[in-house]
Structures are given as structure tokens and as C-alpha cells.
């Protein structure tokens, strides 16, 4: 039986996901402009308000099925920390994609590996999905901790698989959490 994920609002340790608002737009181009995200994000189209506006649009409307994507707000400051989106969702086989940006001021702190957990053990409480997946450049040696953190296993190397922001194509890691092997971190209430 296919389920589709519906919007939601998760409560994880000190921070709120929820779909995002047009009204973020504005440290949404922030991020969009960040180095590291252009660098390691090449899919990312932000670079000036109205793409803002239009991201934080596209990433609200769930409708479509093939995605779910939830800003990350911190919840003592109400500041916004970045996005997370299950994308690439194919109900018929029951897989997606994950993929996350984290602002320059929370990285470090694991809120990305926090956030990847509770997406996951969410989308699989959630849907009929059975496999969620994560790659990510070889030298991005932050993201191979952040996907490991969330529990999702490294499975294989992916050789010249992606163009990245510099321009190069890269080799990436392929990272996977399927429904039979929850993260031993912590799920959401």
C-alpha cells in the first residue's frame, strides 16, 4: 500500500521542522549564497530574492508527492538553521532521496545529523517507504559524518558522478538507511 507523506510539524531536541515559509525567504537566500552550500549543493538555484521566494514556495507545496521538504528553525531563537528535503520520492519502489543544507552558524553543532535521524525514522513511520538515500562528494568529509550520525551506512563509492560547484566532477559516496535498520540515535516524540 502506497502512503504519501503529508505536511508536518517535528519537535527534534531544540529545533522545529516544518515546511518552509515565503516569509524565511530572506536567510533562505543567505544560505543559498553561502559558499559551501554552492559548492557542495550544485542543485541549489537561489541567488536572489525572488528565487528565495520561489524556493521557500516550491518546498511548502507537498502536493506533488515527490518531495517533503522542512526548514530547520531553532526553537529558543526562532532563527532559521537550514532545510532538509526527502526528494526524488518513488512511491512504486518505495525510495528517495535526502539532502540538507545547514547554516554556517549551526554547523558543527549536529544539528544536521540530529535533523537527518528524525526525518528518516519520521518518513519511515509515516509512508510505505522502504529505503532512503544519501550521497554526497568524497571529499565532503563532513557530510560522510552527518550521514553516518543519522544512521545511514555507507554502501559504495560512485566514481565521477557529479558535477559540483567548482565545476569538477566528483566521485560521491552512495549512504543508505533502509526501514530495517533504524539510526541509533535519537527518534522523534
Known amino acids: 500500500m502506497k502512503r504519501v507523506l503529508e505536511p508536518a510539524t517535528l519537535v527534534v531536541e531544540g529545533f522545529l521542522l516544518r515546511p518552509p515559509s515565503t516569509a524565511e525567504h530572506r536567510a533562505a537566500l543567505e544560505l543559498g549564497l553561502d559558499p559551501d552550500v554552492r559548492l557542495w549543493n550544485p542543485r541549489c538555484r537561489i ?11 516550491a ?9 517533503a521538504t522542512f526548514s530547520i528553525i531553532e526553537r529558543a ?11 526524488g520520492i518513488d512511491a512504486d519502489v518505495a525510495t528517495a532521496k535526502v539532502g540538507y543544507r545547514i547554516a554556517g552558524w549551526a554547523r558543527g553543532r549536529g544539528v544536521a545529523s540530529t535533523v537527518l535521524d528524525a526525518v528518516a525514522a519520521w518518513a519511515f513511520a ?6 532512503i538515500e544519501l550521497t554526497h562528494a568524497v571529499e565532503n568529509a563532513a557530510s560522510c559524518r552527518v550521514a553516518q550520525k543519522g544512521g545511514f551506512g555507507l554502501e559504495r563509492l560512485l566514481p565521477a558522478n557529479k558535477r559540483f560547484g567548482d565545476g ?5 559516496h552512495l549512504h543508505a538507511r533502509t526501514h530495517a535498520s ?5 527518534l522523534p516524540h
Do not use: M
Open 47 to 57: 541567488t536572489d530574492e525572488a528565487s528565495a521566494i520561489e524556493d521557500c514556495r
Open 59 to 67: 518546498g511548502a507545496d507537498w502536493s506533488g508527492g515527490g518531495h
Open 77 to 87: 531563537t526562532d532563527r532559521y538553521a537550514g532545510n532538509i528535503a526527502l526528494h
Open 126 to 131: 509515516q509512508s510505505s517507504l522502504r529505503r
Open 168 to 172: 569538477r566532477v566528483h566521485d560521491e
Open 182 to 186: 533504524p539510526a541509533d540515535g535519537p
